[in-house]
């Protein structure tokens, strides 16, 4: 931490300097200063890259342009971009990521604060927060990344960052798009959308179906890969138009749904050598099925250019039925895929089993219906006002959310054989609600209150916020299927916290600042009683600079975890149960760059714009302790945490120019552990690092029509993405799309 402190004293010292020697500055930066605050609507964090520049902690803001460069459906690739962020794959389409902010759990990215549009995203954020449905890419305008102190506004979880998505807004004029791709794996997609709006009245409608067969084979033929839609209703009116204060009203649908013949079952070392686009004929039948829909109603009224209230209603349904190879029982020795495919060795029989290759007994393979349904409702309010007092400028902004969400399982087994053809044939049909058949929920309150005062160069935000838990479990059991309460296990936990933080933010000039931030951590525990919530204590320290055409941006960060929660998640190689365990004093500190750079003038006809992304995370855990989940091992003191790679690079170049447009993105991904360990990472527990690079091209055939084309993966190399929930994973192969885009 003090070489960290040591580095980032060093550079704002230099940009000091640079600043000292700057011209005319004193004018600039008050013209700056004297500008309007614009409050932000409650759909947005930053909404612009401008607010994003200017805040007092790490913000990140993806706008709409960036988005269109490779016109992506994997949020994977999205944020690669972005320093902080750290990602593994699983499917290789980006179809349930499994994103970190900072060094948080990454699985099934539990552990940040995931939004659309403002409301919380995840099926239950706070009684079931795994991420099994995440918002399609392909349809949103922009992505807002908070981390550090200024992100304390939005929980529950407030260690690593949030991050925010912006799905599509009603235009201010008549307008639409089109766009149709075709390529590798038979992947396709169809995007359209159109809106337009007057003085009283606007819309907008979106369609987008994104589909492929996959890229991986099975020895039957079946199709491996997926089928989404998705579709997007918004409906604005300006009330009462004469009125003193004026007032609107907006209702938002969204429906998606997925068919996808996914699996958990990955590929022995051995396999994934030979053939690593192989899937084992005991995950023919593993099939995820989803439909998910949102009702969101917001209301907005301005009291004045300086004062708004908006509240917004709203409520996300969520069904699914990840329907998938689970177990191997042997001559009555039960075995989980992952043990499986892990000690393949061991369990040599399981493992023929699992690989086709003999005619097994009757009811050996189980198949499990993971049967879940979930939905979050509430209603949350939020006050900006802004006001300047001599040269002095305030924001104060006020906000609360009642929420409620519920995870129902209620799943079952079924049981088959295998011919040493690899064919599969039912035996035994479960019973729904035999495996699984619970219910948890959670009740919260949260609100905040956080304050800006800016003052000549000095910038300085003040925060806190509350949040009020109540978490239950009723367990009605394997045997009362009806739900007759006869067996009825009940547990509940609740807590209390306030989260308290503070930004600051000091220019030099319009070129040159320095800001930093220390705020508290905070995740909520499970609904074991007496389990304790997740807390840490972070701080940042950075700077921002622009000198001639380069921009950039070093920030340093420190996060220590006073208790550090573990979820036992069958994503990451589990049992599934969601329950959570003590991982005790974790520490994680860490080093962000950006750098961007245009080789030529703002005026020429050409653009050649550069970037550069780097980020360095180191962690270590602070006690010893054995995981009996077996999902992180037995830790001992100085060990570091699983799935969190130490360097990750990220660079782009582009050549823009009014008749076409080319991009390239490169990205090295580091080595990670998946279990907890120091030193030479063992064979078995690593993912190697790999160097990947993407493609995209654009040719504007005129004013309205352009034709596309990407490519995934340039250079065709083979990798490993990871190693959960069940044997090594490969990532998305070369793959080529073309396609056509139409805008009026």
Request: proline content about 4%; overall charge neutral; cysteine-free.
């Amino acid at each position: 931490m003090r070489s960290l402190l040591l580095l980032f004293a060093t550079i704002i010292f230099t940009m000091s300097l640079v600043a000292q020697n700057k011209k005319n500055d004193k004018g600039m930066l008050d013209s700056i200063q004297k500008l309007d605050e614009v409050i932000i609507s409650t759909s947005t964090i930053l909404g612009n890259k401008y607010v994003a520049k200017n805040r007092t902690g790490s913000a990140f803001y993806l706008s709409s342009k960036e988005l269109a460069k490779f016109s992506f459906t994997d949020i994977n690739r999205a944020l690669r971009s972005i320093p902080g962020v750290t990602i593994y794959e699983e499917d290789g389409f980006g179809l349930r990521p499994n994103i970190s902010l900072r060094g948080t759990s990454p699985e099934r990215s539990s552990k940040i604060t995931m939004m659309e549009d403002g409301v919380l995203i995840s099926p239950a954020p706070y009684s079931a927060s795994a991420a099994y449905y995440f918002p399609t890419i392909a349809r949103m305008e922009a992505i807002e990344v908070l981390k550090g102190s200024s992100q304390i506004q939005y929980g529950p979880f407030t260690t690593g960052g949030a991050i925010n998505m912006i799905s599509a807004q009603i235009p201010t004029a008549f307008s639409g798009k089109i766009r149709a791709s075709y390529g590798s794996f038979n992947s396709n997609q169809l995007h359209a959308k159109i809106g337009g709006s007057n003085a009283n009245f606007g819309y907008v409608l979106e369609y987008l179906n994104y589909g492929s067969d996959g890229f991986k084979t099975l020895p039957s033929g079946k199709n491996t890969g997926f089928n989404k839609n998705d579709f997007v209703a918004k409906i604005r009116a300006n009330l009462f138009p004469n009125a003193a204060f004026k007032q609107s009203l907006e209702f938002k649908f969204q429906y998606a749904d997925e068919i996808g013949n996914e699996t958990y079952l990955g590929l022995s070392e051995k396999d994934f050598k030979s053939n690593p686009f192989y899937r084992y004929p005991s995950s023919d039948n593993d099939k995820m099925t989803t439909d998910h829909t949102q009702f969101m109603l917001t209301h907005q009224i301005n009291f004045s250019k300086n004062s708004r209230i908006t509240t917004t209603a709203y409520r996300n349904n969520f069904a699914r039925n990840w329907y998938k190879l689970d177990f191997i029982n042997f001559n009555g020795n039960r075995q989980s895929i992952a043990n499986v495919l892990e000690n393949n060795k061991k369990y040599p029989n399981h493992f023929a089993i699992v690989n086709g290759t003999v005619n097994s007994d009757a009811d050996v393979i189980g198949i499990k219906a993971n049967n879940r349904k979930y939905y979050s409702q509430g209603i949350q309010t939020k006050l900006d006002y802004h006001w300047y007092q001599g040269g002095v400028f305030h924001d104060l902004e006020i906000g609360a959310r009642f929420h409620y969400d519920e995870e129902d399982r209620f799943q079952w087994v079924d049981r088959y054989e295998i011919s040493s053809t690899g064919i599969m044939t039912q035996t035994i049909a479960g019973i729904p609600g035999t495996d699984a058949n619970r219910i948890t929920s959670a009740n919260a309150f949260a609100s905040y209150i956080t304050y800006k005062l800016k003052y000549l160069n000095w910038t300085f935000t003040p925060g806190i916020r509350y949040e009020n838990i109540q978490l239950q479990r009723e367990d009605f059991g394997k045997n009362d299927v009806t739900r007759t309460g006869k067996n009825l296990s009940e547990r509940e936990n609740s807590v209390d916290v306030f989260i308290p933080g503070i930004g600051a933010n000091y220019k030099f000039t319009n070129e040159v600042s320095v800001f930093g931030g220390v705020h508290k951590g905070f995740s909520p525990p499970g609904n074991q009683d007496g389990e304790k919530p997740e807390e840490s204590m972070n701080y940042e320290l950075g700077t921002r600079f622009s000198v001639g055409k380069l921009r950039g941006e070093f920030v340093g960060f420190y996060n220590y975890y006073s208790n550090l929660l573990g979820s036992d998640l069958a994503a990451t190689g589990g049992t599934g149960s969601l329950d959570q365990f003590n991982a005790g004093e974790v520490s994680v500190n860490g080093i962000e760059v950006l750098m961007n750079y245009d080789f030529f003038k703002k005026d020429s006809k050409i653009a050649l714009p550069i970037s550069f992304g780097y980020t360095f995370t180191n962690t270590e855990f602070k006690n010893s302790f054995g995981s009996l989940e077996d999902l992180w091992g037995v830790v001992t003191i100085g060990d570091e945490l699983p799935y969190i790679p130490k360097h990750q690079f990220n660079a782009g170049f582009s050549v823009e120019h009014p008749l076409f447009e080319i991009n390239i993105n490169a990205r090295f991904n580091g080595e990670f552990r998946t279990l907890a360990g120091k030193g030479t990472i063992p064979e078995n527990e690593k993912v190697v690092s790999n160097f990947i690079v993407d493609f995209s091209g654009k040719y504007f055939i005129n004013k309205k029509l352009n034709a596309t084309l990407n490519i995934i993966n340039l250079l065709d190399n083979t990798y490993i993405v990871s190693r959960v929930p069940s044997g090594v994973r490969p990532g998305h192969p070369f793959g080529m799309y073309a396609g056509l885009e139409f805008a009026f």
